[in-house]
Structure formats: C-alpha cells, structure tokens
C-alpha cells in the first residue's frame, strides 16, 4: 500500500532553471494538496485540489504553478527556480474536501536552488 | 487571525518519564485538530483527530485531549522509538476547503 508517491526524492537545480515536482496516490482520494516546510516556518500551503479539474492558490503560492492531471495525480511546477523556493515540498491527499477527514502525506521532495 | 502555538519546541525525557505536549489554537471555529507524528527525512503521519471539547483519543502510549483553547499530546511511559517531531494543525471554518494550519512542531527525544 503505497500511499502518496512523490518523485523526485531529492533535486539541485541552478537559478533559473524549471522543474515539476510529482505526486500521485492510491487511496481514491479526491482532494490534494501541496505544502513547504522550511525551518521555523511549519508547514504552509502553497496550492490544493479539491477534486479532479480544480485547483486553488493556499498560503504561499507565488512562483509556483499546479496540474490536477486526473485523480491521482497532483503535479508542482517551478517555471524560474530562485534561492528562496530552497525547500522540502510535501504532497498529501485527503477523502473530502468538505468533510474533515485528515490528510495523508508523501515523504517529501528535497529541493535545493543554487 | 488563525493561529497554532506549540510549546515546548524541544522536550528530551528519560524512558518512562511520562510528560505532554501542548498545542494552543486562536481560530474563528474549529472543524478538527489533528496530530501528526514526523521523522527525520519523512512525512507526516496521521495520529489523531478531534473534533468537539472534551474528546479524547488513544494509541499505545499516545494520549490526545481537546479543549476550546487547547489540546494537549500526552505520552505515557515513552520509549526511544517515541523520538519524533509531533505537529498539530487545525482545520477552521472560515479556511478554504480543508486547508489545514500547522505549528511548528515539539521535537520529543527520549533516551533509555
């Protein structure tokens, strides 16, 4: 049971350059979510889909662009890395978007902008 | 504004020194408090939710509990294996969908 699958594990991109963070799951989950997590900071949201073909700007959500490319799947891009996007992002899913049903997370993408 | 304190942010306990961990939340109505347990180079995992004061919830040597200002992560007996970050996050009426606001964490070390 895999759970939420995120790829790569670890990246090092230069200034500049671009790069799209994958995400999928397996629990049917209709909503998903992905946050940042930097030191003293917790976790903030950056975007989330609250079902297949939706998506809504969270927190912290300049620089970054989202995909839903169908129910399992919740893609992150960066378009123009900059230093400050050095982090580790997390994917999570949860059952409804509604409901509070809690959510499930990947073990993360470590990204490191140069 | 919604808020989520923790406190300690670092708590180091002997094996079998019980304690507890505290989570205060200023929101507008909460909908869940969840706790999460997280390792070093890993996600968060899922521990519990509670949902009204009052409630409480178990597992093996984790305990939660919930008030209207507060919940409190009670660990009884810890062992080495209990080291971890815990977090909690609340999810508000007034937050978009199911977005959740997470503190920073207490990171719990035990030692036997």
């Known amino acids: 049971n895999a759970g939420v699958t995120q790829t790569p594990k670890f990246q090092v991109l230069k200034t500049g350059q671009s790069m799209t963070l994958q995400c999928a799951q397996d629990m049917n989950h209709n909503s998903m979510y992905w946050y940042r997590q930097d030191p003293g900071m917790g976790l903030r949201l950056i975007y989330y889909s609250a079902s297949e073909g939706t998506t809504d700007k969270g927190e912290v959500p300049n620089g970054y662009n989202v995909s839903r490319l169908n129910k399992r799947e919740f893609s992150l891009r960066l378009e123009s890395a900059a230093p400050s996007q050095t982090s580790v992002y997390f994917c999570?899913?949860?059952?409804?978007?509604?409901?509070?049903?809690?959510?499930?997370f990947g073990d993360g993408t470590r990204l490191s902008i140069l | 504004e919604d808020q989520v304190t923790q406190s300690p942010e670092a708590l180091r306990l002997q094996e079998g020194e019980s304690s507890s961990l505290n989570c205060s939340y200023t929101v507008s109505g909460l909908r869940g408090l969840f706790w999460y347990r997280q390792d070093p180079g890993k996600g968060p995992e899922f521990l519990f939710t509670l949902y009204s004061a009052g409630e409480e919830k178990e597992k093996e040597r984790l305990k939660a509990t919930l008030t209207k200002k507060e919940s409190f992560l009670h660990i009884t007996a810890p062992k080495p294996e209990d080291s971890a970050t815990y977090l909690c996050?609340?999810?508000?009426?007034?937050?978009?969908?199911?977005?959740?606001?997470f503190g920073k964490g207490t990171t719990l070390s035990v030692s036997s």
């Open positions: 996050a609340v999810q508000a009426t007034n937050q978009a969908g199911t977005a959740l606001i």
């Open positions: 999570a899913s949860s059952g409804g978007f509604v409901s509070n049903q809690p959510q499930h």
